[in-house]
């Protein structure tokens, strides 16, 4: 299994928490009469995540990136970890 992998893994089963996250929200019992019920809660839930999850990664990933720069090869090596290259955290940021 490549890191690669890992992270989709990942993403996926945060995706999925957060449907379920969203399918109780939705169905709050604080919510009072805007309390949502019935079989169109899982779509919306879905649906309310999957548009938002791109929002939530993009700080993230943006900090990856910036972090991987930090550790791009030179010359075989890495300037900030002084290893030879791909250092340790080149790999473990990898996706
Ligand atoms: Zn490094």
Known sequence: M???NTL??????AQRYGIW????????????????CGPAVPALAEAAVSSAAP?????????????LLLHR????????C???APCPT???LRW
């Open 55 to 67: 929002f939530l990664r993009a700080p993230l990933l943006d900090r990856i990136s910036a972090a």
């Open 82 to 84: 002084l290893e030879p």
């Open 2 to 4: 490549t890191a690669g």
């Open 21 to 36: 996250a969203g399918i109780a929200g939705l169905q709050d019992p604080a919510l009072g009469s805007q309390r949502l």
């Open 8 to 13: 989709a893994q990942d993403l996926e089963q």
């Open 90 to 92: 080149t790999r473990a």
């Open 73 to 80: 090869e030179q010359d075989g090596w890495c300037p900030t």
